[in-house]
């Protein structure tokens, strides 16, 4: 009976090749979409979950709000890990991480790497982050100031093997080449690890006296609990501790108590973060590595769901237009003594056939979309795919539903007909005007036209935050790093000064984009004794005019003016932050000694455009460290500054390797991951709208198909080829207009939002909508059309010679 | 005298040219699809005279439907040639053939092809439609129609609620609408009772009277009876011409 059933079912879907093309089509695109995204949201959710330990461990965040100023970061004070331990009986052991704040250099066999996953940590963080050592004593490893452990794929990078223990590498430390002993060789940390290192050494290395104060707040602390502790007792208690421990120091050095501070309207808070919630939950600039988005999970969740939605709509919709016509067939077929029964049983066959060979179909889509996903995402989804098998059991269970929904709704609305009427011709079925069918569609052109409108707006803020005035000129800059270590950097910089592909040429500790050191600054007149807090940074003399960096009052720095020793360049943003109404003069002091202001810039981006612009000093320059050498130069001549520049490091280097990079190419990869999120959402809107118009394309072809008599008739009785179009598009105008009209505030209120999470954001502009509502309507009256035109060729002659 | 006889006969070749509407002259008709190639119409020739009403008959398959359409402008015949109200229609395209169409001729089917969505009213004032009249214009037309149809009272209603016999009065309403010259009808009372039959060839012969000229294609001998000439088709042929009575009515219909 079931074979039977497959075998007409079969023969039925054959015999229809378009339907069952552009159905089996429609249903696994939108199976495939959904199984992708479905493994991004999971991919997200796997973060740090791998670890045996990580329903156990929290991080110790903080967050400030001082002066306007409001920051969390994922650090505290190195003290805080001890205290903890001491304090809490539930706390079993805590780890440190402390991160390099620029890339280094690290030598090994001769050559030289440069490294930014170098950290100064615990012991204790063997048994917390559960690493496996594959060479070397775990325990011991880090017990000795100057041991690291390197991990397997760095050993591999480094020295072509991983048997590596007891050989050297050399960092530069203070001014100072270090050499560390390799003590053990552990395995790197899975790609879905919130951070992943290279190198472990041990934090006593970095403080040669273990730090005490609170001041310092730069450690990364993760402390494990009991298996036995009551988690949620623990992180209530934790704020607790601002109070006690970090009280005295805001009183000994600010002169100002915790209520004194939540009076001004400001706050210092400490709280722990699970640890599975750090790659979702936490995004501070200060993250050890860039971490994921919850919202892009909700996002990629929803959109997910709506793709499925209109592949499950567009299925059920032709399959049941496919049997409104196939009335006559069931007419004559009850009337011969087919009990309902069968019926219904033949038509569920028929669609969970279809519904099936749609999973199949979209299981090898899937396969194709992966690496381009990983690879837009930097992602391992194959791995996860394969070993989720209750993914495909969900999605077996999705086509079994739609399926059996499709199949069921035109069994139970064919299995009422009543033969007779329909055997006399009198169903008003025929002409594909199902009320229900054609609000359904109208429903996947408002999903369509949501995900048009969100994907435009989103991709317009990309746009503006890549467009948006960085305050500097990032084109056309090279940036060339650790010039310190040239033997003398000054003539690097005039080689290239003296370049005719040069414009400019400037020596300074920070760029834009870097890591910016903080101090505290005081005004020296008027009551305002409270400190403000900023970034500093030490530029030479050219500085303002290589980066393009507009003055707002007063002047830079210059060499011929011995009395700028004692000035101070400030950005407008700090003016503002410290109410200065006459900048110009104003007297500061600053932990470098008194100084006086002798020039405002504009404002720059200096740390990145997520965040507003803080406040900025510029020191003079005289005697301060400089690290980076940025070179402007002619638009069109990178290859010869290029060239100029590996042979200028060469002379100068002695083997030390060279570290550069182009501005605009750092922005660009700072909005990479935007960019490709962006890209993906982008495909993905795209796979909907073309569901949607496959859909619209099967189910024209049936309205117009059921039509074609009516058409014959029309232009039989003189109607021409333009009123039959005008005709068969009406209907859907209707209801396109409609969707447009309770679409588009609802996406408006959506993506509004959305944007309040920028700091810089663009405006929603009113013609997005008129492109998104136009460009759905011309993509649905072109599927209709092509379907209108088609009839309209027809002979109408023929049209009526078949009744 | 021979120059009398020379004018007479060339006045009336003349007036014989003006009372004809349709000449067709070695008119083929074949159809090819992938497979076969069917003629279904071999040689026709025909004349048929403004106000005549003509039958045609034959068997099933014989080529009257395709006829009819070829008469009709709805189709092109693949070779010979066709004079319809002394133009030569022949190779006209689409869009010129629905030009000459409109107005002129009003198609009756056997399966009525009503528009199932429209009601009675609609469906007749459809054509006025295509025709560009205005509302006001084509609501009166249409009244007077469906009055003449004795179907007014109908005008509400949607095709599926009539019986066979209103449904093909609202088709001949709809045939009629425009003042046509030519009425075709393809086997009009071939899905009808006898006695609803009878009051559809009534109505014909009605429209025949007053003017119209009417070619219908029939299997029913009692329906041919109606007709002022039989043309019996045979694959694709004619095989004879009956005529049932001299063709002697008045007023013939004004030029276009
Ligand atoms: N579009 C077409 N394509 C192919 N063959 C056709 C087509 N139209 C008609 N024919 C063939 O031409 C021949 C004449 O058909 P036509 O419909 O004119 O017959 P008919 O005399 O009207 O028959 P009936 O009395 O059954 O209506 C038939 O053999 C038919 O199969
Ligand atoms: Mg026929």
């Known amino acids: 009976?079931?074979?039977?059933?497959?075998?007409?079912?079969?023969?039925?879907?054959?015999?229809?090749?378009?339907?069952?093309?552009?159905?089996?089509?429609?249903?696994?695109?939108?199976?495939?979409?959904?199984?992708?995204?479905?493994?991004?949201?999971?991919?997200?959710?796997?973060?740090?979950?791998?670890?045996?330990?990580?329903?156990?461990?929290?991080?110790?965040?903080?967050?400030?709000?001082?002066?306007?100023?409001?920051?969390?970061?994922?650090?505290?004070?190195?003290?805080?890990?001890?205290?903890?331990?001491?304090?809490?009986?539930?706390?079993?052991?805590?780890?440190?991480?402390?991160?390099?704040?620029?890339?280094?250099?690290?030598?090994?066999?001769?050559?030289?790497?440069?490294?930014?996953n170098f950290y100064w940590t615990d012991p204790s963080i063997i048994k917390i982050f559960d690493l496996q050592i594959l060479k070397g004593n775990g325990e011991q490893s880090l017990k000795n100031?100057?041991?690291?452990?390197?991990?397997?794929?760095?050993?591999?990078?480094?020295?072509?093997?991983?048997?590596?223990?007891?050989?050297?590498?050399?960092?530069?430390?203070?001014?100072?080449?270090?050499?560390?002993?390799?003590?053990?060789?552990?395995?790197?940390?899975?790609?879905?690890?919130?951070?992943?290192?290279?190198?472990?050494?041990?934090?006593?290395?970095?403080?040669?006296?273990?730090?005490?104060?609170?001041?310092?707040?730069?450690?990364?602390?993760?402390?494990?609990?009991?298996?036995?502790?009551?988690?949620?007792?623990?992180?209530?208690?934790?704020?607790?501790?601002?109070?006690?421990?970090?009280?005295?120091?805001?009183?000994?050095?600010?002169?100002?108590?915790?209520?004194?501070?939540?009076?001004?309207?400001?706050?210092?808070?400490?709280?722990?973060?699970?640890?599975?919630?750090?790659?979702?939950?936490?995004?501070?600039?200060?993250?050890?590595?860039?971490?994921?988005?919850?919202?892009?999970?909700?996002?990629?969740?929803?959109?997910?769901?709506?793709?499925?939605?209109?592949?499950?709509?567009?299925?059920?919709?032709?399959?049941?237009?496919?049997?409104a016509q196939r009335a006559k067939e069931i007419g004559v077929r009850k009337s011969l003594g087919s009990s309902r029964k069968r019926l219904i049983m033949q038509f569920l066959s028929e669609s969970i056939l279809l519904s099936f060979v749609a999973l199949l179909v979209a299981l090898l889509l899937v396969e194709l979309m992966i690496p381009i996903v990983n690879s837009l995402l930097d992602k391992e989804l194959g791995e996860l795919y394969y070993s989720t098998p209750n993914l495909i059991l969900l999605f077996l269970g999705i086509a079994l539903f739609t399926g059996l929904f499709a199949g069921s709704y035109s069994a139970f609305y064919l299995s009422k007909f009543d033969p007779a009427k329909v055997l006399k011709g009198n169903l008003k079925s025929g002409n594909g005007k199902s009320p229900l069918r054609q609000s359904l569609v109208s429903f996947q052109f408002c999903i369509t036209i949501f995900l048009f409108v969100s994907t435009l707006i989103a991709h317009q803020q990309m746009e503006y935050i890549k467009q948006k005035n960085l305050g500097f000129d990032k084109e056309d800059l090279l940036i060339v790093r650790n010039v310190q270590k040239?033997?003398?950097?000054?003539?690097?910089?005039?080689?290239?000064?003296?370049?005719?592909?040069?414009?400019?040429?400037?020596?300074?500790?920070?760029?834009?984009?870097?890591?910016?050191?903080?101090?505290?600054?005081?005004?020296?007149?008027?009551?305002?004794?409270?400190?403000?807090?900023?970034?500093?940074?030490?530029?030479?003399?050219?500085?303002?005019?290589?980066?393009?960096?507009?003055?707002?009052?007063?002047?830079?720095?210059?060499?011929?003016?011995?009395?700028?020793?004692?000035?101070?360049?400030?950005?407008?943003?700090?003016?503002?932050?410290?109410?200065?109404?006459?900048?110009?003069?104003?007297?500061?002091?600053?932990?470098?000694?008194?100084?006086?202001?002798?020039?405002?810039?504009?404002?720059f981006h200096f740390v990145s455009l997520h965040m507003k612009i803080g406040s900025l000093i510029f020191l003079h320059p005289e005697g301060l460290p400089q690290s980076h050498l940025a070179i402007k130069f002619h638009k069109h001549q990178k290859k010869e500054v290029l060239n100029l520049l590996k042979y200028n490091w060469d002379q100068q280097a002695s083997g030390f390797p060279l570290d550069y990079f182009f501005m605009d190419d750092k922005f660009a990869s700072l909005h990479k991951s935007e960019n490709n999120t962006m890209l993906l959402f982008s495909i993905f809107s795209i796979l909907s709208i073309l569901i949607t118009c496959l859909g619209l394309l099967g189910l024209s072809s049936f309205t117009t198909e059921q039509r074609t008599k009516e058409i014959g008739v029309r232009k039989i009785l003189g109607a021409s080829n333009f009123s039959i179009l005008k005709m068969l598009n009406k209907d859907i105008l209707k209801w396109m207009l409609f969707a447009i009209i309770i679409t588009s505030p609802l996406a408006w209120y959506i993506m509004n939002n959305w944007l309040e999470a920028f700091a810089y954001r663009t405006t929603i502009e009113w013609y997005i909508f008129i492109i998104s509502g136009a460009t759905a309507m011309i993509l649905a009256m072109a599927t209709i059309s092509w379907q209108a035109w088609l009839a309209t060729k027809k002979d109408p002659v023929e049209a009526l010679r078949y009744e | 005298?021979?120059?009398?006889?020379?004018?007479?006969?060339?006045?009336?070749?003349?007036?014989?040219?003006?009372?004809?509407?349709?000449?067709?002259?070695?008119?083929?008709?074949?159809?090819?699809?992938?497979?076969?190639?069917?003629?279904?119409?071999?040689?026709?020739?025909?004349?048929?005279?403004?106000?005549?009403?003509?039958?045609?008959?034959?068997?099933?398959?014989?080529?009257?439907?395709?006829?009819?359409?070829?008469?009709?402008?709805?189709?092109?015949?693949?070779?010979?040639?066709?004079?319809?109200?002394?133009?030569?229609?022949?190779?006209?395209?689409?869009?010129?053939?629905?030009?000459?169409?409109?107005?002129?001729?009003?198609?009756?089917?056997?399966?009525?092809?009503?528009?199932?969505?429209?009601?009675?009213?609609?469906?007749?004032?459809?054509?006025?439609?295509?025709?560009?009249?205005?509302?006001?214009?084509?609501?009166?037309k249409v009244n007077e129609v469906l009055d003449r149809m004795n179907i007014s009272h109908r005008a509400k209603h949607y095709p599926q609620q009539l019986s066979g016999g209103q449904q093909q009065r609202v088709a001949i309403a709809r045939a009629v609408v425009t003042d046509p010259n030519l009425i075709l009808a393809d086997e009009p009372t071939g899905n009808l009772d006898s006695s609803n039959g009878t009051e559809v060839m009534e109505l014909l012969k009605e429209l025949n009277h007053s003017g119209t000229t009417v070619v219908m294609v029939t299997h029913s001998v009692r329906d041919s009876e109606y007709a002022d000439r039989v043309i019996h088709l045979f694959d694709g042929k004619v095989v004879s011409e009956n005529k049932h009575k001299q063709i002697k009515r008045e007023p013939i219909k004004e030029e276009l």
């Open chain 1, 486 to 603: 040239l033997r003398s950097k000054e003539v690097f910089k005039t080689a290239f000064l003296n370049s005719s592909y040069v414009i400019d040429a400037s020596l300074s500790n920070n760029i834009p984009g870097s890591f910016y050191d903080g101090c505290s600054l005081w005004k020296t007149s008027g009551d305002d004794k409270k400190p403000y807090s900023t970034r500093f940074t030490t530029a030479d003399f050219d500085f303002a005019k290589t980066m393009g960096i507009k003055m707002a009052k007063g002047h830079y720095f210059s060499k011929d003016r011995a009395s700028d020793k004692a000035g101070l360049v400030v950005n407008e943003a700090l003016v503002k932050d410290m109410n200065l109404t006459n900048p110009i003069g104003t007297v500061l002091k600053t932990p470098m000694g008194i100084k006086t202001i002798i020039g405002v810039v504009k404002d």
């Open chain 1, 1 to 116: 009976m079931i074979w039977n059933n497959l075998k007409i079912a079969f023969r039925n879907l054959w015999r229809n090749k378009i339907y069952s093309f552009i159905n089996l089509f429609g249903l696994a695109i939108g199976l495939a979409g959904c199984i992708v995204l479905s493994l991004y949201v999971i991919d997200e959710y796997s973060y740090d979950k791998h670890n045996k330990n990580h329903s156990r461990i929290y991080r110790m965040n903080t967050s400030v709000k001082m002066n306007e100023f409001e920051l969390t970061h994922p650090t505290s004070s190195p003290v805080l890990a001890a205290t903890l331990i001491e304090d809490f009986p539930e706390v079993i052991d805590a780890t440190r991480i402390l991160q390099l704040f620029e890339p280094t250099v690290i030598e090994a066999d001769g050559r030289g790497f440069t490294e930014n």
């Open chain 1, 145 to 323: 100031l100057y041991q690291v452990i390197i991990s397997e794929k760095t050993a591999l990078k480094y020295f072509g093997s991983i048997d590596v223990i007891g050989k050297q590498v050399k960092m530069d430390d203070s001014g100072e080449s270090q050499a560390y002993t390799i003590s053990a060789v552990a395995k790197d940390l899975p790609y879905n690890s919130h951070f992943h290192f290279h190198f472990l050494t041990s934090i006593k290395t970095h403080f040669k006296n273990e730090v005490t104060s609170y001041n310092n707040d730069g450690a990364y602390t993760y402390v494990l609990l009991d298996e036995k502790a009551n988690a949620e007792a623990f992180v209530e208690k934790v704020p607790g501790l601002v109070k006690k421990y970090i009280e005295p120091s805001l009183k000994a050095y600010k002169k100002m108590s915790l209520e004194d501070l939540e009076k001004q309207g400001d706050y210092y808070r400490m709280f722990a973060m699970p640890l599975t919630d750090i790659h979702l939950h936490s995004n501070s600039i200060y993250e050890l590595e860039k971490n994921g988005d919850i919202n892009n999970v909700y996002i990629f969740l929803f959109s997910s769901i709506l793709i499925l939605l209109i592949a499950c709509i567009n299925f059920t919709n032709l399959s049941t237009a496919k049997s």
């Open chain 2, 1 to 140: 005298m021979q120059f009398y006889l020379a004018r007479q006969l060339a006045l009336e070749k003349q007036t014989y040219k003006l009372k004809i509407m349709i000449i067709t002259k070695d008119l083929c008709k074949v159809f090819r699809t992938e497979e076969v190639e069917t003629s279904a119409l071999h040689d026709v020739n025909l004349h048929i005279q403004r106000g005549e009403f003509a039958a045609i008959m034959g068997p099933s398959g014989c080529g009257k439907s395709t006829l009819l359409n070829i008469i009709g402008l709805l189709d092109n015949p693949s070779n010979g040639s066709y004079i319809f109200n002394n133009t030569d229609v022949t190779k006209k395209s689409e869009k010129q053939r629905t030009h000459f169409r409109k107005g002129n001729i009003g198609f009756i089917f056997q399966s009525f092809n009503l528009i199932d969505e429209l009601t009675v009213f609609e469906n007749v004032e459809l054509p006025l439609i295509y025709m560009g009249l205005t509302a006001s214009k084509r609501k009166a």
